[in-house]
Structure formats: C-alpha cells, structure tokens
Nanobody, 118 residues
Framework: QVQLVDSGGGLVQAGGSLRLSCEFSGGIFDAYVMAWYRQIPGTQRERVAR???????DVADSVKGRFTISRDNDKNMVYLQMNNLKPGDTGVYYC????????????WGQGTQVTVSS
C-alpha cells in the first residue's frame, strides 16, 4: 500500500521561504505521477504543482515564479520549494500520487500546515 508522509510546514513571515517534503513508500515511485495540492480555508483543494506524465513540471499561475516542485528518485522524495510566501498561501499542503497505469488510483499525504503571517 502506497503511503505518503508530508512534512516541512510551519509559520513564516511574508516574503519568507519553506521547503515541503513528501516521502513515498509502499510502491514503485516511478509508477506514480506526483503533485502538490493545497487547501486554503474556505476554498476547495487546488493543485499547485505537479509532474506531468512526460516528466515535465507545471505550477499554478498563482504560484508561478515562486514555487518549484522537484523530486529525488533515489530517495523516493518529492519537494515543494516555496519562496516569497504570501499570507494568501496559508493553508494545508498535501502530497498526491496517481498511478500512471490506471490514472485513477490516488493517494494523499496527511497534509502539512503552512501559515504565512503579514
């Protein structure tokens, strides 16, 4: 069973940086398309960054130029580097894995809280 463990959240002032980590286990890392989502209070969960099926990266317009997704295949880790954080980035961030072969089987991390103070 695939498990994702999210970490790295915290409290940071506006303009600061955080790096979130997602540890993948219980499956073949390359068999999954990885992404980061967030849920801002009062809104639906939204995708902020992902690896495409071709292995490229893609980030939401709201975080473009500030957030970067990366991965370490040797360590089965996915990262989200977040720079120039804004109060509007406050929320719970979740790692996501979707099985490439089915495109349906989906797993989520437990989430990590990011709070940006003004």
């Amino acid at each position: 069973q695939v498990q994702l463990v999210d970490s790295g959240g915290g409290l940071v002032q506006a303009g600061g940086s955080l790096r979130l980590s997602c540890e993948f286990s219980g499956g073949i890392f390359d068999a999954y398309v990885m992404a980061w989502y967030r849920q801002i209070p009062g809104t639906q969960r939204e995708r902020v960054a992902r690896f495409t099926s071709a292995g490229n990266t893609d980030v939401a317009d709201s975080v473009k130029g500030r957030f970067t997704i990366s991965r370490d295949n040797d360590k089965n880790m996915v990262y989200l580097q977040m720079n120039n954080l804004k109060p509007g980035d406050t929320g719970v961030y979740y790692c996501n894995a979707v099985d490439r072969s089915s495109g349906i089987r989906t797993y989520w991390g437990q989430g990590t809280q990011v709070t940006v103070s003004s």
